[in-house]
């Protein structure tokens, strides 16, 4: 598929990985809708990088709210006119035991990282459809969304799992009415971005609560991981290439797969869950450490 001359809507667009997605859209000479509820954030990255004022179209947002996203697919159309990409991105976390995070804090992260692809795909697929045209949706989901639940991040994990379920349910009814849109999941593993620093508010005071400090130990590492990791840029450009290929799965690293593979086997072989901090290290004694990328289950036999 073609991407001169298209049109794209990116939500999460203001930093990190939606950022990226909007300069390799640039790059590809692409019209752009840049959708965050940080308005400011949209207008300094439009200034900071020189992005050309005919390609690109940026919206405060909240992808939350089905009537805003309906309401910014009128205004795309009016302004570009048809759209062929649409990459869910936004995406927040909140970090706490799962007991001890508020209702209110679970419904802010469904709202956004969940209910908010549901918006746009609600928004845009009806359009995409009516085209006839080629189209793409892109949802980003996570490493995450593939690993084992991690402790302290329950909201997170489980929004970004869900986010792989619906596009595999997506991908199945487009193909039952055989459209011409197809469908990606990104599973990014560390990227450079801000949504870790957003979430640690709980983190700061230690105390002596063994729990806080676990709790703090493990947001450190995650800040560290994120602040070592990817740079968006070039995970935007292993996104267009898996894109191009129509992979459903695109991955910004290949060794994601050995904690993905490891959960899968926990599961078959009836084991508890192994932590996915670990599982790198623990899958150095297993069977399978050197079977990647060669799937391995085809050939189980069941007692």
């Not at 508010?201 to 130990?217: F, N, R, S």
Request: charged share 25%.
């Amino acid at each position: 598929m073609e991407y001169k001359g298209k049109t794209a809507v990116v939500t999460g667009a203001a930093s990190g990985i939606g950022l990226g997605i909007v300069k390799h859209c640039i790059k590809e000479n692409m019209n752009v809708v840049l959708v965050d509820l940080n308005l400011s954030g949209l207008q300094k990255s439009i200034l900071d990088y020189n992005l050309p004022p005919s390609k690109v179209f940026a919206k405060a947002v909240d992808v939350s709210k089905e009537h805003e996203m309906i309401k910014l697919s009128q205004e795309v159309k009016e302004q570009f006119g048809n759209i062929h990409f649409l990459f869910n991105n936004a995406g927040i976390s909140a970090r706490n035991q799962l007991w001890k995070l508020t209702s209110q804090e679970w419904q802010n992260v469904i709202n956004v990282n969940l209910l908010g692809v549901v918006n746009g795909i609600r928004a845009f697929l009806p359009n995409m459809i009516a085209s006839k045209e080629k189209c793409h949706i892109i949802n980003t989901s996570s490493a995450a969304g593939l690993f084992v639940g991690r402790a302290y991040a329950s909201p997170y994990s489980a929004t970004k799992s869900a986010v792989i379920s619906l596009s595999e349910c997506l991908f199945f009814e487009l193909n039952d009415i055989s459209s011409l849109i197809n469908v990606s999941v990104f599973c990014p593993s560390a990227v450079k971005s801000n949504i870790v620093n957003k979430s640690d508010e709980k983190t700061k005071e230690l105390g002596t609560d063994p729990v806080k400090i676990k709790m703090a130990k493990e947001a450190e590492f995650a800040k560290k991981r994120i602040a070592s990791g990817m740079e968006p840029e070039m995970a935007a450009e292993i996104l267009f290439e898996g894109m191009r290929k129509k992979e459903f799965l695109i991955f910004t690293d290949r060794k994601t797969k050995i904690p993905l593979q490891m959960r899968m086997e926990d599961h078959i072989f009836e084991r508890n869950p192994t932590d996915p901090l670990y599982s790198h290290d623990k899958a150095k004694n297993m069977v399978f450490r050197n079977l990647l990328p060669i799937p391995r289950f085809r050939y189980l036999k069941y007692k």
